[in-house]
């Protein structure tokens, strides 16, 4: 049963970006809750505006309308305890993996040895023994990708927004990832709100999956995903992923 107090509540949120003309309104009136532990997915077609409301709720974009509360504080700005992860890792090219990844602490004022232990932790958790002192040039696009990961769990967030963080990946690469992406929610049970464009990514990863509209982004479905836990890649091959999945695509359109 989860915890009755919500980390992420949007009510009526609207966002419209200024134009020629008059406006390009990207979300509208979308209303959900996520709860601490939840891992919630969020499908729609391009340019539903699905990233646009991971930056809002990151606080890097003010809505037009309606309200954000995180952790029961209306969200006015960026927080502590949001970690976002973006399409691409954005690493900086001149510091190695263990550099990468203790950047938040070292910019938080934390003494060098603790942002080391918990790097080194982050680094055995996201699976990089070994490549610690490797630089971005020597890693692949998933292991890049890991880094990031890493970097935006190492603070300990209380929320983490995952904007398609493997759909620059090839196919395998991605199906692994999402695998590994699993262990490490499985293994740390952070509360997290990830933007993807696939349905099975979804479902294998989530809990709910909000469906959004074409532009503007409504809630057009709030499905929960009822299979069992914990999940491994066979389970895209049974009856019931199948029966969700045909059910989100049907809300997709």
Known sequence: MLPSSPVIITHRLSAVFPDRNGGLQALDDLSFTVWPEEFVCVLGPSGCGKSTLLRALAGLLPPTGGEILYRGERLNGPADG???????????????????????LELAGLPHWEALARALAMVKLVGLEGFERALPRDLSGGMAQRVAIGRALVHDPA??????????????????????LLRIWQANRKTVLMVTHSISEALLLADRVLVLSPRPGKLRLDLRVTLPRPRDDDIRYTE???????QLKGAIG
Do not use: C, H, K, Y
């Open 82 to 104: 949001i970690g976002f992860v973006f399409q691409r890792a954005n690493l900086m090219p001149w510091r190695s993996v263990i550099e990468n990844i203790t950047l938040p």
């Open 159 to 180: 929320l983490l927004l995952l904007d398609e963080p493997f759909g620059s990946l090839d196919a395998l690469t991605r199906e692994r990832m999402g695998a590994e």
């Open 240 to 246: 019931a992923f199948g029966a969700l999945a045909r």
